[in-house]
């Protein structure tokens, strides 16, 4: 505030500030088309870089597998064992897995863990994790490797994997007879996919991050191995593979370390497996980057869509809250007669990746943690994309301060005549206005704590009291304080002076919030900031009757409730293309309400930040950008408006 109200700057009449005052709106205008200009920059070869591997350590290239054709038999024998079991056993075969991993000589133990739902009116579910420790034998229990492979039931909607458990426990044997691992290997089978993951690594770590909140149990873990470095979730849907899709994007758009990705490519090249970043049947085996630049964007722009949303792709997203990095193996099962990759050549890359992750020294540290794939083998940098997120967030700082110092040049003409009306109150009251931006988030808190306050009980009493289902409570709790922000702008009542200043503080409250979310998701802050960025720059009072009507339709548009419900459209628009008129509304508000609750539990669960930033950011600058505009057009035949010529 000290640069926004030094009066050498308003004094300055003649200077470079009044000539970029009087095109305010040209200069944020130009900022936005340079940080869509400088991203589709981002797909030339000149902005991104090969990929390398920064630690020494790994050495790839010096990796001699030592697993045979006996564990290939192994682990088709545990193939059809497995399918058996599965097929006369509901739900996770325990006792089969557990008599494998003792047969095998490792430290076996279970883990159970319950999950009281937050809109489940007293609904409890519950789960058990298999884990099997193979104890380092050159060195004490202080560090860790955890390989995983969820089970997956035959009736699940999701792709079968039913191959990932026994290339598991294969590995597991063939590793148990090697002496030379310096770390723990944690060998993990986990029930209900996520929740499985996200309950073992809270009680791995004494409680985790959402333990205190009494909706997941985690329960305690028998035993422990070392300080866990690093994990690789399998998900193979078969014995034959025609390539490996390597997933990477965690909770809230986290990202392993790009030396462990760059590991899996080498080791993965070496055993002759086409494998990659959203790798597909059409990709050659061996790919190198493109050299056509919309190819290059259509990559870019895949990744940070599956990034934004905040939702990890595979239970590998879940170990990052915690540091440890970790990616999923998806083994994509071959459809023609002609096997590209059969189980030995996977047995041989886990142990490859194991044999290099082994010669670890130390924690990941030393390549990039925040980075865009442009295709395997090029990536970009933090320092390559990051400004046009700033280019962004500098609309919105620059065009807050000159409207700050087009306001003090005027407040300094009409100081008589302000101050000579203090008892009829006219006075530009600051106070006032921090006042409206605190109702206004308090309506974004308060939709916030409906859900996560007592962990749902307020709007599971709803649920209760009327019948409702909890997809339905949901959304018509947010409907509710959607009708209590539309009502909010007539519960004050302020003058153009005071609407300038209103204006001014919702631009930096967006900054900020789009500078943040930009730091810790580069992804979802460039896309809010595609969207947000033309609200700062047209928003103004006193705009011309177009502006006004085109600056209204924007910000209508712009609700964060309305963009929920484009993806609502687009969702079942794809999946229900010849529904009735009436049918088609009722399956969107359907939709609208499952991806409303999931946001929810997802937050209350796991930790994801989509919730919390819709309801305590963008939500409450909606509103007061709403507030702004609506009393922006009762201003224009209002008595309270202030003379300014």
């Known amino acids: 505030m000290g640069i926004l109200t030094d009066p050498s700057l308003s004094s300055n009449d003649g200077g470079i500030v009044k000539v970029l005052a009087q095109h305010k709106k040209k200069i944020c205008f130009l900022l936005y088309i340079a940080s869509l200009g400088w991203f589709c920059c981002l797909g030339m070869s000149d902005f991104n870089h090969s990929a390398y591997l920064s630690e020494n350590a790994l050495s790839p290239g010096l990796v001699y597998t030592e697993i045979t054709r006996d564990s290939e038999k192994l682990a088709q024998q545990y193939h059809t064992e497995f399918l058996h079991e599965r097929e006369n056993h509901k739900g996770t075969p325990i006792p089969w897995i557990l008599a494998k991993m003792k047969q095998i000589g490792l430290e076996t133990h279970t883990h159970n863990y319950t999950l009281n739902y937050p809109f489940g009116g007293g609904k409890v579910f519950t789960g058990t994790n298999i884990y099997g420790i193979l104890r380092a034998p050159r060195i004490g229990s202080t560090e860790g490797i955890v390989y995983s492979a969820p089970f997956r039931p035959k009736d699940s909607l999701e792709a079968d994997i039913s191959a990932s458990i026994p290339i598991l426990l294969a590995f597991a044997e063939s590793a148990r007879r090697k002496n030379y ?106 790919t190198t980057h493109s050299t056509k630049i919309e190819d290059n964007l259509k990559h870019i722009l895949s990744m940070i869509l599956t990034q934004a949303n905040c939702v990890p792709t595979g239970n590998h997203g879940l170990f990052h809250q915690y540091r440890i990095e970790a990616l999923t193996l998806q083994g994509i099962k071959a459809k023609s007669s002609h096997q590209r990759a059969g189980v030995l050549s996977v047995l041989k890359s886990i142990e490859g990746i194991s044999r290099s992750l082994n010669n670890l020294l130390e924690k990941f540290h030393q390549s990039f943690f925040f980075y865009i794939l442009v295709h395997n083998d090029r990536f970009i940098s933090i320092g390559d994309y990051m400004p046009c997120a700033i280019l962004f967030v500098a609309v919105f700082f620059i065009k807050s301060f000159l409207m700050w110092h087009d306001l003090n040049k005027k407040v300094d003409k009409w100081n008589d005549d302000i101050y000579d009306k203090k008892c009829e109150g006219e006075v530009l009251e600051i106070h006032y206005m921090q ?31 009327f019948g409702f289902t909890t997809e339905n409570t949901v959304a018509i709790v947010i409907l509710c304080f959607v009708l209590v922000g539309l009502i909010f702008p007539f519960l004050f009542k302020f003058d153009e002076l005071e609407l300038k200043v209103l204006q001014i503080g919702s631009q930096i409250f967006v900054g900020c919030v789009l500078l943040t979310v930009s730091l810790l998701n580069f992804s979802l802050g460039f896309l809010l900031g595609i969207f947000l960025t033309p609200l700062g720059i047209f928003n103004e ?105």
Not at 220 to 225: F, H, I, M, V
Not at 439 to 458: D, H, Q, W, Y
Request: aromatic share 14%; hydrophobic share 50%.
């Open 435 to 465: 006042s409206i931006v605190a109702f206004a988030c308090a309506i974004g808190l308060g939709l916030s704590l409906n859900f996560v306050c007592k962990n749902g009980a307020v709007s599971e009493f709803f649920a209760v009291k």
């Open 541 to 645: 009072v006193g705009q011309n009757k177009v502006m006004k009507y085109l600056n209204s339709l924007y910000i209508i548009l712009c609700h964060p409730v309305l963009v929920i419900y484009y993806f609502a459209v687009a969702i079942t628009e794809q999946n229900f293309d010849n529904l009735a008129f009436k049918d088609f509304i009722e399956k969107v508000f359907m939709a609208f309400s499952n991806i409303a609750t999931y946001g929810v539990v997802d937050n209350l669960i796991y930790g994801n930040w989509m919730f919390s930033i819709t309801t305590l950011a963008l939500f409450p600058a909606w509103i007061l950008y709403f507030s702004a505009n609506l009393r922006d057009w009762a201003l224009s035949g209002s008595s309270r408006k202030v003379k300014v010529e």
């Open 181 to 286: 691992w310096a770390k723990d290997f944690i060998f993990l089978v986990t029930d209900n996919e996520q929740l499985g993951i996200q309950a073992w690594l809270e009680a791995y770590h004494l409680g985790g991050l959402q333990n205190d909140q009494g909706i997941l149990n985690s329960g305690s873990l028998p035993a422990r191995a070392g300080a866990l470095q690093a994990a690789l979730n399998l998900e193979i849907q078969g014995m034959e593979l025609d390539y490996i899709n390597v997933k990477v994007e965690g909770l809230n758009g986290g990202l392993p370390n790009l030396d462990y990705f760059n590991l899996v490519q080498r080791i993965t090249a070496k055993e002759r497996i086409s494998a990659g970043y959203k790798q597909t049947a059409g990709k050659m085996k061996y």
